[in-house]
């Protein structure tokens, strides 16, 4: 079992960072990889980023491209999602996400891949 909590959102103004955390306990987390996804009031979860256990490959959908940078520190059991020039259209619950993988460059998209989910963390963005 893997327990996933995310931390760091908050509310910041349209242009502005955050830096949000995903920390992991009861397994080595360094085999596992991880994702984030978000969701807005009456949408559906949407993948945000995602990270392969050795922190080489990541992958990010159009939209946030460029904005936000996913990384890792496994000896901390830590995943970082650093988000840069926030819109409005970023605010959501922002989820992390981990499955195993005996793959080290191996990242996935889909909500279903995943097995361990984090209870999420509010991010608002004001315009």
């Known amino acids: 079992q893997v327990q996933l909590v995310e931390s760091g959102g908050g509310l910041v103004q349209a242009g502005g960072s955050l830096r949000l955390s995903c920390a992991a306990s009861g397994r080595t987390f360094s085999r596992y990889a991880v994702a984030w996804f978000r969701q807005a009031p009456g949408k559906e979860r949407e993948f945000v980023a995602a990270i392969s256990w050795s922190g080489g490959v990541t992958y990010y959908p159009d939209s946030v491209k460029g904005r936000f940078t996913n990384s890792r520190d496994n000896a901390k059991n830590t995943v970082y999602l650093q988000m840069n020039s926030l819109k409005p259209e970023d605010t959501a619950v922002y989820f992390c996400?981990?499955?195993?993988?005996?793959?080290?460059?191996?990242?996935?998209?889909?909500?279903?891949?995943?097995?361990?989910w984090g209870q999420g963390t509010q991010v608002t963005v004001s315009s």
């Open positions: 996400a981990a499955r195993a993988t005996y793959l080290s460059g191996a990242y996935y998209r889909q909500r279903s891949d995943y097995e361990y």
